[in-house]
């Protein structure tokens, strides 16, 4: 197979297993209303997510750098597959729980090393050309994926027999195709003769490149936290707070804020990344603060429009980010560095969402979004303009004469 044919097999590939990941996000109504079991059960079968893409970052997230791309994507493949058939043949919630947790290990292996492949893909398909491309389809698979999953989800569950079986199902098929077909996709790293002693992951920078760095993590973190809403608690807001009962509806909601993001990418990507930070940070506020009005006036057009300016920027802001910390690393450590700001990624994802769950057991849910939203906010405006100022200071004093 050649390079570019094989860049845009890895890119469906990881396309579906992001989808396959947040497919439950439509369903977990169906769960609590055939369990019984509380909002705050959900946000912790959300957590066990988050936290198998952790540990699986922070383990396995930077192997691929010296044991191959290709092998370690079908690896990522297969731990889905597993997840997938667990989801059939154990449905309660500690049969959830695993099958959650399974597929976030799947999706940590999988996002740095996806990330890195796509690039050295298009760098071997062509050499020397703009590799703005490879960045775009990345950062495009991985968060326009989160909105497809929901929307085949809230489809699936709404129209078709077996709700709880069918999208599994599906997927399972989806999943073995993109086994197949990675296959046959070139390998971009050397493997190396002398195994490498295994280490777990860790962040090797200059110093001088470590604010930049953080501040980039920052964003990512603030993003993330939003999006993580979205795809665990936003079906329950839309059902209890909203009063919309359509599984369909709340899936594409899920799918507007995700594609949304996705398409800001798209159209932003020739922007310089001080624009876009800016133009993150006004999309994003503007975004939390209409969340925050929708429910206050319990208005789904309002929520609906909130989420996708809100993704917007989001999505722009995580392209932003993982660009500028990309940037930072040498080629041989960039599945590394990019495991690390998933990582931190995924830690804005759980986190807030578990607080979110718990505070809803103890407060309105009315107050609470208006307080994710008020305290999101506040983080976004001050990790964008705080690396909006460190790459300007960058790059000044990389400039000639400096």
Avoid: C
Avoid at 13 to 39: E, H, K, M, N
Avoid at 60 to 76: E, F, M, P
Avoid at 178 to 194: L, M, S
Avoid at 344 to 350: D, E
Wanted: charged letters at 10%; zero cysteines.
């Amino acid at each position: 197979m050649h390079h570019s044919a094989g860049f845009w097999v890895i890119a469906a590939a990881f396309l579906i297993v992001v989808a396959y990941a947040s497919v439950p996000t439509p369903l977990y109504a169906i769960y609590q209303a055939r369990d019984g079991f509380s909002t705050f059960t959900i946000t912790i079968i959300f957590a066990a997510y988050a936290a198998g893409v952790m540990l699986s970052l922070y383990l396995a997230g930077h192997v691929s750098d010296w044991l191959g791309r290709r092998r370690v994507i079908l690896a990522a493949i297969v731990i889905e597959l597993l997840s997938a058939v667990l989801f059939l043949v154990w449905p309660e919630v500690p049969g959830l729980l695993v099958a959650r947790f399974i597929s976030g290990i799947g999706v940590g292996i999988l996002t740095a090393t996806a990330t890195a492949h796509l690039s050295e893909l298009r760098l071997a398909a062509n050499p020397g050309g703009d590799m703005r491309r490879a960045g775009i389809v990345s950062t495009l698979v991985n968060i326009g994926g989160i909105g497809v999953g929901p929307l085949l989800g809230g489809i699936l569950s709404q129209w078709v027999v077996a709700p709880l079986v069918t999208p599994f199902v599906v997927f399972i098929v989806l999943l073995g195709l993109a086994a197949i077909a990675v296959a046959f996709v070139p390998e971009t790293v050397e493997r190396q003769e002398e195994r490498r002693a295994y280490r777990p992951q860790r962040l090797g920078l200059p110093e001088d490149a470590r604010g930049t760095f953080s501040s980039a993590a920052a964003l990512v973190f603030s993003a993330f936290a939003l999006f993580g809403i979205f795809t665990s608690l936003a079906p329950s807001f839309i059902v209890g707070t909203l009063h919309e009962t359509s599984r369909f509806i709340a899936g594409l909601v899920v799918f507007a804020v995700f594609g949304s993001a996705a398409v800001a990418q798209v159209l932003t990507g020739k922007l310089s990344i001080k624009r876009q930070l800016w133009l993150a940070a006004i999309l994003m506020t503007a975004g939390q603060i209409g969340l925050a009005t929708s429910v206050l006036v319990v208005s789904l057009p309002l929520f609906l429009v909130a989420g996708i300016v809100a993704g917007a920027g989001g999505g722009i802001a995580f392209r932003s980010a993982v660009g500028v910390a990309a940037s930072l690393a040498p080629p041989q450590s960039r599945g590394e560095l990019l495991a690390v700001i998933f990582l931190i990624g995924y830690a804005g994802m759980a986190i807030p969402v578990v607080l979110v769950g718990l505070a809803v057991g103890v407060f309105p849910a009315t107050a609470v979004l208006v307080g994710f939203s008020a305290i999101v906010l506040v983080l976004v405006d001050w990790s964008s303009l705080a690396m909006a100022a460190r790459k300007q200071a960058n790059d000044t004093s990389s400039s000639p004469g400096s």
